[in-house]
């Protein structure tokens, strides 16, 4: 079992940057997979990035590639996302998962674990 809680939501300017994190009830394993999500207001929710818990490689969707970044502290059983560049189209409610399985795949039924959200407003 494991319990995601994500922090560090709020607005920001456009152009901003901004750190969102995940912290970890349960031991993340070297297998898992630990994944961003995010669901902007009236849309589906949608990947993000994802990061293999062991290796830490990382993948990132099209529209946030060269301006995110995931990473993950062990020690900590923590995941992060830093984002750069920020615009109005990144507001969202952003989520972060575990795939317990280890798949390395970017669908949402794939993540057997999600944290709670937290809002990413970003606006003038």
């Known amino acids: 079992q494991v319990q995601l809680v994500e922090s560090g939501g709020g607005l920001v300017p456009p152009g901003g940057s901004h750190t969102l994190s995940c912290a970890a009830s349960g031991r993340i394993f070297s297998s898992y997979v630990v994944g961003w999500f995010r669901q902007p207001p009236g849309k589906e929710r949608e990947f993000v990035a994802y990061i293999r818990w062991s290796s830490g490689s990382t993948v990132y969707a099209d529209s946030v590639k060269g301006r995110f970044t995931i990473s993950g502290d062990k020690a900590k059983n923590t995941a992060y996302l830093q984002m750069n560049s920020l615009k109005p189209d990144d507001t969202a409610l952003y989520y972060c998962?575990?795939?317990?399985?280890?798949?390395?795949?970017?669908?949402?039924?794939?993540?057997?674990?999600w944290g709670q959200g937290t809002q990413v407003t970003v606006s003038a």
């Open positions: 998962a575990v795939d317990v399985s280890g798949t390395w795949g970017t669908a949402l039924r794939l993540y057997d674990y």
